[in-house]
Structure formats: structure tokens, C-alpha cells
Nanobody
Framework: VQLQASGGGLVQAGESLRVTCAASGPTFSSNTMGWFRQAPGREREFVAAVSWSTGTTNYADSVKGRFTISRDNAKNTVFLQMNSLKPEDTAVYYC????????????????????WGQGTLVTVSS
């Protein structure tokens, strides 16, 4: 299983950015996809997640109303649209997949996910 995150970059505060996570692999099977982020010197934190089958979403309070997670089931791809970006959103953003063999919940903790991408850096300047 491979998760390839892309779309990070440098933007100014108030601007928008969309990051993408493409999942691949002959045995890939997942029930939930999530986005986490990690800023320098800080722990990895939950951002958003989505159920492949129902489209149900979950967001961290810090991004509600600004970020939107969506998925394209046909392409095994998940998107994170980030609007009204703030300097405190600066971090490496990681996508993660929860195995379909596990319960169909939408966890906000890293141990709830089994596969991780390499991360993409998002920098928001003030």
C-alpha cells in the first residue's frame, strides 16, 4: 500500500491551497482516510477524515469551517481543500488510511490508522 501526498507549497495568510492523497497498491483496502499535520517541535495532530463508503466527515475544531475533506472513490484519492489559511496552519501534512478490516469509525488519533504517506509541506506566511 502506498499513499502519495502532494500539493503543498508556500502561500500567504488568507489564501487557499488543496492537498491531494493518492492511494495505490494491489491490496489496498480502506474504510477511512485521514489527514494529520505536524509542525516543528509539536506532536502530529488530527486535521480531518472521511469515510470511503458514506462520505461522513470529521474535523478538528481548529479547521472547522475553513477546511473541507473530500474523496474520489473511483481514483482512490482524497483531497483536503484549505481556505483562509493562517500561519499556525504551517506544518507537514500527512495522509493516512485505516484498514478495511478494522471497525468503521473515524478516529482522531494516529493509532487509528495503518498506512501513512510521506507528507507534504504547507507553509503559510503572515
Amino acid at each position: 500500500v502506498q499513499l502519495q501526498a502532494s500539493g503543498g507549497g508556500l502561500v500567504q495568510a488568507g489564501e487557499s491551497l488543496r492537498v491531494t492523497c493518492a492511494a495505490s497498491g494491489p491490496t489496498f483496502s480502506s474504510n477511512t482516510m485521514g489527514w494529520f499535520r505536524q509542525a516543528p517541535g509539536r506532536e502530529r495532530e488530527f486535521v480531518a477524515a472521511v469515510s470511503w463508503s458514506t462520505g461522513t466527515t470529521n474535523y478538528a475544531d481548529s479547521v472547522k469551517g475553513r477546511f473541507t475533506i473530500s474523496r474520489d472513490n473511483a481514483k482512490n484519492t482524497v483531497f483536503l481543500q484549505m481556505n483562509s489559511l493562517k500561519p499556525e496552519d504551517t506544518a507537514v501534512y500527512y495522509c493516512a488510511a485505516r484498514s478495511s478490516g478494522r471497525s468503521r469509525i473515524i478516529p482522531e488519533y494516529t493509532s487509528g490508522y495503518d498506512y501513512w504517506g510521506q507528507g507534504t509541506l504547507v507553509t503559510v506566511s503572515s
